[in-house]
């Protein structure tokens, strides 16, 4: 589907059901960069480490997704509504600033990138590991108790990123109506208190998910674990250090499978980098998924092709 139908195809539904067909379709593979202790620590862990989104390596990321929101506020809402639409909005990033505990992963669709040896991969010293994309999160957080881990799509097509922004802000619009009509009595913070449970989720989602079209490349899905619900830290953090900081992260589960229980990862394929030792690190590589429980020829290991020395 190219760019113009995928635009018209998330015009026809509510704000849920056009973010979650965003989503909906994942791939075979999605690759997690990492180096040798990372790839040791997940394989004989059986988590993932999701990483707070305030220590992630890109600052901007956030940034560039509050500027794309507050544009499409001011180009697409009427003046009436700008105001108070904007008290909303400072509510919800101010909130989102102070208490969001958001935990991300992130994978590529592609096993085998220059950009991502360089940034993630340890220069020499990095594998990408291909995990089963329908094991990774789940496709909403739940409805009680702690918040599951989700998987989305980043959104680089700035029109799709308009649109939907758009749909959020017209049907906050239309709950704002609804609930001067119904809830007279309310007073403005409770009414600020009720959409932020509506719409908030959405927020934090969209600043975690929508990234400058420069970086498409990519072609990035990630794993989201929401730490709060209700108002209440639910999960609560571990710490690393990483590069002179210490980094608040969490440990995320995979979704269950036949072959869990038994210890086997939903590990097809682990590249390794361009310029490591092949014969030494093959042969480590088949002695850890073989001591993990994997058998002969169950995870393909692949050396990188890319032409990229250090």
């Excluded at 202790?37 to 394989?43: A, E, F, I, K, Y």
């Excluded at 999701?50 to 544009?71: G, K, Q, V």
């Excluded at 959104?155 to 959020?168: A, C, F, M, S």
Aim: with cysteine; hydrophobic share 35%; proline share 4%.
């Amino acid at each position: 589907m190219n760019k113009s139908a995928k635009t018209r195809s998330v015009r026809k539904a509510n704000l849920n059901e056009q973010w979650a067909t965003l989503h909906r379709k994942r791939p075979q593979l999605l690759f997690h960069y990492t180096n040798a202790q990372g790839l040791n620590g997940l394989m004989q862990s059986k988590h993932i480490w999701a990483t707070n989104s305030r220590f992630m390596n890109d600052p901007t990321e956030i940034a560039y997704a509050i500027d794309l929101i507050r544009a499409v506020m001011i180009a697409r809402t009427p003046n009436n509504k700008k105001d108070f639409l904007n008290k909303i909005l400072s509510q919800f990033l101010e909130e989102y600033d102070q208490n969001a505990k958001v935990y991300i992963a992130c994978f590529c669709m592609n096993g085998d990138l220059l950009s991502q040896w360089r940034g993630y991969g340890a220069i020499g010293g990095g594998y990408a590991i291909g995990f089963k994309a329908s094991q990774l999160g789940y496709p909403d957080v739940g409805w009680s108790g702690r918040p599951r881990p989700i998987l989305r799509k980043v959104i680089y097509d700035r029109k799709i990123q308009e649109h939907i922004i758009t749909t959020w802000l017209q049907e906050i619009s239309a709950s704002t109506r609804l609930s001067n009509r119904l809830r007279t009595t309310k007073t403005r913070d409770q009414l600020y208190a009720q959409l932020y449970g509506q719409y908030g989720y959405f927020l934090s989602e969209f600043l975690n998910c929508f990234k400058d079209p420069a970086y498409q490349e990519e072609q990035e899905w990630r794993i989201i674990q929401f730490g709060r619900r209700g108002g209440e830290e639910v999960v609560k953090p571990s710490f690393r250090v990483s590069g002179g900081c210490v980094i608040p992260f969490t440990e995320v589960e995979f979704k269950a499978s036949k072959n869990f229980a038994d210890g086997i990862l939903p590990i097809e394929l682990i590249c390794y980098g361009p310029t490591l030792s092949t014969h030494t690190t093959e042969r480590s590589l088949h002695l850890l998924s073989a001591a993990l429980g994997y058998q002969k020829g169950e995870l393909k290991i692949v050396r990188s092709t890319v032409p990229f020395t250090t």
